[in-house]
């Protein structure tokens, strides 16, 4: 695939940035599409794949974690999803436009992947702003880490924890996969506390091979800075995208 013609294009960037600011963290959920997939679910009782993260930048882990999860869960498209207001993590790295580009970049070389921006950062938020542009009757699916399920089970971000848990969990399931630190043993055990084991049935378990699980969008840009090599670790497009963009930085400078 050529990607000349689409990396960093600076009207679809700038584009991209005025979307981003146009979505108010403060009002009510809203989503902002970047992409549509041709094959996206026009019908009812479709199965829809979430996967909602930083993607600081896209990973082979992150592909991996989806492709898994679509072969075991059957899942009929796939949702590329990226907060302006996430929870737990501030804008650093790359800018939100990039990772915007990044992920359409990635999706349109797939016919059931698209690509939004939502205003708000909390699940029970984002399901809200997705629920009112898909099908009555639609499945939904979260894919995560981890580490970023069991933040989901923090009280500090609720007013009324299992209220609102139980609200979330009426309305959707988790797959979530194993991380370096987490085994699927660490995993089945966090689910079987008191606190999460009512959502237990809720919640999906895939395993991801130890050298996917140890793979991070933190250590990838790590090693960016020590200008070590990084292209086993993002999916090729994704590659291009950031040489190209480091490259035209440099001769900015």
């Not at 991996?64 to 501030?90: H, P």
Request: charge should be neutral; glycine fraction near 4%.
């Amino acid at each position: 695939m050529n990607l000349a013609p689409v990396l960093r294009q600076e009207d679809e960037y700038s584009n991209l940035r005025a979307t981003i600011d146009r979505l108010d963290p403060d009002g009510f959920p809203e989503l902002a599409w970047i992409h549509r997939a041709s094959k996206r679910i026009k019908s009812k009782r479709k199965r829809l794949g979430i996967f909602s993260g930083s993607f600081n930048p896209l990973t082979v882990a992150h592909v991996k974690m989806i492709e898994d999860s679509q072969a075991q869960f059957g899942l009929e498209e796939i949702l590329l999803c990226l907060a302006k207001s996430n929870v737990d993590k501030s804008v650093f790295g790359f800018s939100l436009a990039d990772r915007l580009l990044m992920l359409k970049i990635y999706a349109v070389q797939r016919d059931d992947f698209s690509v939004a921006a939502c205003s708000h950062g909390r699940f029970v938020d984002k399901l809200s702003a997705i629920k009112t542009t898909y099908p009555p009757r639609t499945s939904f699916h979260f894919i995560t880490g981890i580490d970023t399920l069991i933040r989901l089970f923090d009280s500090k971000y609720y007013t009324d924890m299992h209220a609102e848990l139980k609200s979330l969990f009426d309305q959707c399931d988790f797959i979530t996969a194993n991380r370096e630190e987490y085994s699927a043993d660490t995993i089945r055990r966090f689910l079987s506390t008191p606190e999460v084991g009512r959502y237990a049935c809720n919640i999906k378990v895939i395993e991801l091979p130890t050298d996917y699980a140890a793979i991070s969008s933190t250590d990838i840009r790590e090693q960016l800075e020590r200008g070590a090599p990084v292209e086993n670790l993002v999916p090729s497009a994704i590659f291009d995208y950031i040489k190209s963009t480091r490259a035209s930085s440099s001769n900015e400078n």
